[in-house]
């Protein structure tokens, strides 16, 4: 059984930051492609932030620049670093976690809301 918490979300204004954390439960986390997603209300969930098993990154070309991920293996944890927030960043953010393309996993979402 797979568990993923995220954690960090909330209301900042406009060229703030927030740190995002999503801890996983069991063994696959450090084999496992792990990523961050959002969606904004109205729209379709897009992929935000990814990280290798290897510490590849991928990024959205809306957040380059500005967000960072990173993961923590001997803490089981993933972050998004989030830097100079917009209001267009306001989203429910999802953890996921990519194990070998074999199964995945998704956390329950945490609320980012960028007032102006």
């Known amino acids: 059984q797979v568990q993923l918490v995220e954690s960090g979300g909330g209301l900042v204004q406009a060229g703030g930051s927030l740190r995002l954390s999503c801890a996983a439960s069991?063994?696959?986390?450090?084999?496992?492609?792990m990523d961050w997603y959002r969606q904004a209300p109205g729209k379709q969930r897009e992929l935000v932030a990814g990280?290798?098993?290897?510490?590849?990154?991928n990024y959205a070309d809306s957040v380059k620049g500005r967000f960072t991920i990173s993961r923590d293996n001997a803490k089981n944890t993933v972050y998004l670093q989030m830097n100079s927030l917009k209001p267009e960043d306001t989203a429910v953010y999802y953890c996921?976690?990519?194990?070998?393309?074999?199964?995945?996993?998704w956390g329950q979402g945490t609320q980012v809301t960028v007032s102006s």
């Open positions: 069991g063994r696959i986390f450090r084999a496992s492609t």
């Open positions: 990280i290798t098993s290897g510490g590849s990154t």
């Open positions: 996921h976690a990519d194990f070998l393309r074999l199964n995945e996993y």
